[in-house]
């Protein structure tokens, strides 16, 4: 059973991903994590959407901004975009 849902966790994770790339690409605007978390279509904690734009960084899917905003908690958060569209705003 622990390797189970070891599977539908990771699963869950890179759904996450698609998604989060699907709402940078459609967009095709600079995005904060908090402005994904609130175009993403359910409930998720910041802390996975943090951790989804991470990872597509890491992959060059999408591309940081020196740019920030003041998030909701008040600490600067970064914008990022999806890399077709990195000529678009940079």
């Known amino acids: 059973m622990g390797e189970e ?8 994770a890179i759904n996450q991903e698609n998604g989060i790339e699907l709402i940078y690409r459609g967009t095709r605007q600079i995005l904060t994590p908090s402005d994904v978390l609130d ?3 359910s409930k998720v904690p910041i802390t996975s959407i943090r951790r989804a734009i991470t990872q597509l960084t890491k992959k060059g899917i999408l591309i940081q901004s020196n740019m920030t905003k003041e998030s909701e908690w008040g600490r600067p958060e ?4 999806h890399k077709d569209y990195e000529h678009l705003t940079f």
Request: glycine share 0%; proline share 7%.
């Open 39 to 41: 175009l993403y279509p």
């Open 5 to 12: 849902l070891k599977i539908k966790c990771e699963l869950n």
């Open 78 to 81: 970064h914008y990022w975009i």
